[in-house]
């Protein structure tokens, strides 16, 4: 029989990734009140300006 190794990833790396998705949403709520883009990737009179920044807060994918 083989025996499988699993891998667990320790509590910290977790720690880390949840106050680094926390810090960019928050980022993007701030970014879309001051409407001054940061990056300048898109202009705060674009069409998609709201709903990427509304997607960036709600679930911190940028990170």
Known sequence: STAQQS?????FVY???S????I???GSIFEYINQRP???VLNSDSIFYA????FFAFTGIPT
């Open 7 to 11: 891998f667990e990833v320790p509590f």
């Open 15 to 17: 720690l880390l990734a």
């Open 38 to 40: 940061v990056f300048g």
């Open 51 to 54: 709903p990427l920044l509304g």
């Open 24 to 26: 960019a949403a928050v």
């Open 19 to 22: 106050a680094v998705t926390a």
